[in-house]
């Protein structure tokens, strides 16, 4: 598919996802209603997801696990409205021959959507910790050959690390920050997997690779300075272009407040994604996000002023 073809498909999949119940039920009659059965009636009963094939809106099947990836299935886009952004971000920003590198990149739907965009010219690196998560990652692009997967976590010192993970669609939260989730209730109820995970330092990645020109997802759920103090070198010398998750709660001494330190520390300016996928340059964050009614977004990163 050519990026306007992406990008036409992707404002369908979201008229789609943003529609009504009834509009979903009238799209999809028989699929609808059995994913919504399966989510509130025998997932609770079974207590494990199941394995399905997804049709994103960018063209390239994926493997993903059910209750968390209904979205997928049904809407053909992850539909959350900071989702639905980052995607346009990703089409607006990615062009033919670009190098993305996705951290936390779980079973790869930013992964496949970048691959898509850069097109064979382009590098998609994906990196992802959870030993349960990473064979649908590894399902998912291994036929793509733009696409280097690692089994690592993204750290600033090489050699291993504790990883934590969740069950079920609660691995989108797997991390490796043991108290990420003291104040949630689902963590309270919940068993976790500890594992130990070699590390990945992007620094030495980048110069492996002789990458000059860059744009970084992250997705840590709370190790983002971790992984950005692994970026020191890249950060002062390459061109890069950092989006990550940025949560209110915490406040200064957050891990996700300390990451926005260090890269303004850098010289990165902040810019929040607006509905048509462009960049708006915020000085507080916080503030902006509270004025609005919510307590997290993703945020995107660069050099001065985004020049």
């Known amino acids: ?62 493997r993903t696990l059910l209750p968390s990836g209904t979205d997928i299935l049904l809407n053909r886009i ?3 409205d900071s989702e639905i952004r980052l995607s346009k971000f990703f089409c607006r920003q990615i062009q033919q021959g670009d190098i993305i590198i996705d951290v936390g990149a779980h079973y790869g739907y930013y992964s496949l959507l970048a691959s898509a965009l850069t097109g064979a010219p382009g590098k998609v690196y994906a990196v992802e910790a959870s030993a349960a998560t990473f064979p649908l990652l590894q399902e998912n692009t291994s036929s793509i050959p733009n696409i280097t997967t690692f089994q690592r976590a993204a750290s600033d010192t090489a050699g291993e690390l504790v990883f934590y993970e969740y069950p079920g669609p609660l691995a989108e939260y797997n ?72 949560l209110i709660a915490g406040g200064p001494d957050s891990p996700h407040q300390q990451s926005l330190d260090y890269l303004k520390s850098k010289g990165y300016s902040i810019h929040i994604i607006n509905a048509e996928g462009e960049l708006e340059a915020v000085s507080d964050p916080t503030a902006f996000l509270k004025q609005r009614g919510i307590d997290s977004d993703n945020v995107v990163l660069m050099k001065g002023n985004g020049g």
Do not use: C
């Not at 009238?26 to 394995?51: C, D, E």
């Not at 990645?205 to 997705?219: F, G, T, V």
């Open 1 to 62: 598919m050519t990026h306007p073809e992406i990008w036409k498909a992707l404002v369908k999949a979201e008229q789609r996802a943003r529609s009504s119940k009834w509009k979903r039920l009238i799209a999809s009659p028989f699929r609808y209603p059995a994913l919504m059965g399966f989510n509130k009636v025998i997932y609770p009963l079974m207590g494990r997801g199941i394995t399905v094939t997804a049709q994103p809106f960018f063209g390239i099947p994926m």
């Open 78 to 80: 992850k539909s959350h």
């Open 175 to 246: 991390t490796m920050n043991r108290d990420a989730y003291l104040d949630q209730a689902w963590y309270k109820k919940t068993k976790e997997t500890i594992n130990r995970v070699r590390t990945l330092v992007l620094d030495e990645l980048i110069q492996e690779e002789k990458i000059s020109k860059a744009l970084i997802k992250i997705d840590a759920e709370g190790g983002e300075l971790s992984v950005l103090r692994g970026l020191d070198r890249s950060l002062d010398h390459a061109s890069l272009i950092i989006v990550m998750e940025y």
